[in-house]
């Protein structure tokens, strides 16, 4: 089955304290070179049938009405076809 994967971020201008503590967080475990930490959400959902047009329009409307906040987020949407491999 395709996925359709939403991928949302707060906007670049918007206070992100979840990412800070993050980037605080990672040179205390010893991991060094990291300058900005942005988090966000993702969203993998499977359709039923080919990935239309009509389709990703509707994962459009989802997005912007459920999945994410415009005032404060950015959201992009793209197909994966193929399987993941996990590590």
Do not use: Y
Not at 27 to 44: A, I, N, S, W
Not at 47 to 72: C, K, R, W, Y
């Amino acid at each position: 089955m395709p996925k359709v994967v939403v991928d949302v971020m707060p906007k670049p201008e918007i206070l992100d304290p979840q990412g800070k503590a993050v980037l605080g967080a990672l040179p205390r475990l010893g991991f060094q070179g990291v300058v900005d930490v942005r988090q966000g959400k993702r969203f993998e959902l499977e359709v039923a049938g080919e990935v239309t047009d009509a389709v990703l329009a509707q994962v459009h409307e989802m997005a912007e009405t459920l999945l994410s906040n415009p005032v404060i987020e950015n959201f992009e949407v793209r197909v994966e076809q193929g399987v993941e491999q996990s590590a």
